[in-house]
């Protein structure tokens, strides 16, 4: 990114027109920082595979609020432009400090389908559970790397909400 700096020669401006001329330049600036951090993370693929973790911290089960239950996925995203499809599968959850990893045939899958702009991802999540679908949705809007976001998250399962982490598997 070039910058082109001019001495400003404030002589025979009036101050009306002093004020606007700095205006003017911090809006340039203000735009310019804008088309740059655009440009920068409009371009993050997050086409790949990601391990996708909830923590609950509110839920209708009070048992599980408060980071008492906590899950996470291994998925696959595939990226077309704006748009993200992808699916996975539970393979491991916490519920209050008790680790537990899924077996083989006890793995619970999830499709996800969403939209990526500028390194976010807002996406709905299909889970097919041992006893019923739940649907839900996940907001990660703090990209913190090219190889991990963060942000919340909301299933219908027990009404749980709470925050979401996703980080690149390499």
Wanted: aromatic residues 10%; hydrophobic residues 35%.
């Amino acid at each position: 990114m070039k910058f082109a700096l001019r001495k400003i020669s404030w002589s025979g401006l009036t101050k009306a027109q002093q004020v606007i001329t700095i205006i003017l330049t911090c809006a340039t600036a203000a735009i310019s920082v804008s088309q740059w951090y655009s440009e920068k993370f409009n371009s993050v693929d997050l086409s790949g595979s990601w391990e996708l973790k909830f923590e609950v911290k509110k839920s209708s089960l009070k048992r599980f609020e408060e980071g008492s239950l906590q899950y996470k996925y291994r998925i696959s995203l595939v990226q077309e432009g704006n748009n993200i499809t992808g699916k996975g599968e539970k393979f491991w959850e916490m519920i209050s400090g008790k680790e537990s990893y899924y077996g083989r045939n006890a793995k619970t899958p999830i499709e996800i389908d969403g939209v990526s702009e500028a390194g976010n991802l807002k996406a709905t999540i299909r889970e097919q559970g041992t006893r019923r679908v739940t649907n839900g949705s996940i907001d990660l809007s703090t990209m913190t790397s090219e190889d991990s976001l963060s942000g919340t998250f909301y299933t219908q399962a027990a009404n749980s909400s709470g925050t979401a982490s996703m980080h690149r598997i390499k």
